[in-house]
């Protein structure tokens, strides 16, 4: 339960780390959101826990897949903020946009010999 709490609360530093510095530079916040820190503690997590070199290789690579999905959702966001949407519709529509292609992926993934 300790490794549990622990995990979570250094997750939360960094994601209470990343928004503060938004505030002030958003740039600079963007940079440390996009750095991927929820895979690579994930990964030093999963590693801890069973370190198993293929069941790693196997993460990793399914997260690979996993990212190119949810990459629309940043230029969505931006485009209709940009255009006077709300914060929470732009959200929104960002995050649906996000579950059909992750629903696409697990779909169409495997029919190209992906392991997901």
Known sequence: MLYLI??????G???????TLAKRYPGFGALIA???????LGMIWLWGEKPDAANMAR???????YVLPSLP???????????GASFW????????????????MVWIGPR?????
């Open 34 to 40: 996009s750095l991927p820190l929820v895979s690579v």
């Open 89 to 104: 519709l732009a959200l929104a529509l960002g995050c649906a946009l996000t579950v059909a292609l992750y629903t696409m």
């Open 59 to 65: 993460h990793a690579g399914a997260t690979f897949w």
């Open 112 to 116: 190209f010999g992906l392991s997901l």
């Open 13 to 19: 530093v960094l994601i209470a780390i990343a928004s």
């Open 73 to 83: 959702m940043f230029l969505l966001i931006p485009a209709l903020l940009n255009r």
């Open 6 to 11: 622990l995990k979570a609360a250094i997750s």
